[in-house]
């Protein structure tokens, strides 16, 4: 399992799912965001939907 922090002041976005999907960089793991931290508009883009 893979596990991230985020700090924001938009929490209504957050929380909402069990799990929350997580979006890293396979060569630098260590730089990672949780799906809902990115724009709305941006999701589909990233997640592939």
């Given at each position: 399992?893979?596990?991230a922090?985020?700090?924001?002041h938009?929490?209504?976005?957050l929380?909402?799912?069990?799990?929350?999907?997580?979006v890293y960089d396979?060569?630098?793991?260590?730089?990672?965001?949780?799906?809902?931290?990115?724009?709305?508009?941006?999701?589909?883009?990233?997640?592939?939907?």
């Open positions: 399992m893979k596990e922090s985020v700090k924001t938009v929490t209504h976005n929380g909402d799912e069990a799990e929350e999907p997580l396979s060569q630098n793991p260590k730089e990672a965001l949780l799906l809902d931290a990115f724009p709305k508009k941006l999701r589909p883009l990233i997640a592939g939907v």
